[in-house]
């Protein structure tokens, strides 16, 4: 299978949380401004959505939405999901969220003027703050143990961090414990990126 990704964007949740599943795939590169596919090729022609992730299988199924994606992860890895007769659902829940309440801000945030800008990160901080207590009280989202839905609230919070947003000391602990995963390392070697240089959200 083939993820398609960009690097250091929201498809590098999706390319942590397959490293951590030990799933065999490899990665096609994407350039989001230009729609073009590197070696070439058209990636709406793939995706006519064209945003990154998308993960092609290898009979040519095309799965997007980091939600989704994700979602699919959890089920081939059963210990990146969270347990109990709901495990499920939390996951669902909570991925969801990341993307409707968090991710699908920062686009927004991206292209209003600047006096609107506060009012959103204000909502951002407001959604972040409903994580807060448990990232206060586990290391990750679902205790203590890594799921699926923490490389996605990684690079929310990573991101929000580096644009100045004043996120509770438990993100900016939680960044840094999660940055020390081989998976991240690794996942951050293979698309080519040191340090994130500017936020991509
Ligand atoms: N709803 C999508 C949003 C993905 C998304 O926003 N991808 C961004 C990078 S983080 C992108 O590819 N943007 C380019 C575009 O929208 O044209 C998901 O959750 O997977």
């Not at 990665?27 to 998308?54: C, F, H, M, R």
């Not at 679902?142 to 990684?154: E, M």
């Not at 990573?158 to 999660?178: Q, S």
């Amino acid at each position: 299978m083939k993820l398609f990704y960009a690097p250091g964007f929201s498809s590098i949740a999706d390319h942590i949380a397959m490293l951590e599943a030990e799933l065999q795939f490899d990665l096609v590169k994407v350039d989001i401004w230009t729609k073009q596919i590197e070696g070439g090729g058209s990636y709406t022609d793939i995706n006519p959505k064209g945003y990154v992730p998308a993960l092609m299988f290898d009979d040519g199924e095309l799965l997007t939405e980091n939600a989704a994606i994700l979602a699919w992860v959890a089920d081939h890895a059963p210990d990146l999901a969270p347990r109990g007769e709901l495990g499920r659902y939390r996951l669902i829940e909570m991925l969801s969220f990341l993307a409707s309440e968090i991710h699908k801000r920062f686009p927004i945030y991206f292209s209003v003027s600047e006096d609107s800008k506060p009012v959103l990160r204000d909502e951002i901080l407001q959604r972040f703050g409903l994580l807060a207590g448990r990232l206060e009280r586990t290391k990750y989202l679902f205790g203590d143990s890594f799921s699926v839905a923490d490389p996605y609230l990684f690079m929310l919070a990573r991101g929000a961090g580096e644009l100045g947003f004043p996120l509770a000391e438990c993100f900016r602990d939680y960044v840094a414990r999660i940055e020390t995963r081989p998976s991240v390392r690794e996942a951050e070697r293979r698309e080519g990126i040191s340090e994130p240089s500017s936020p991509q959200l």
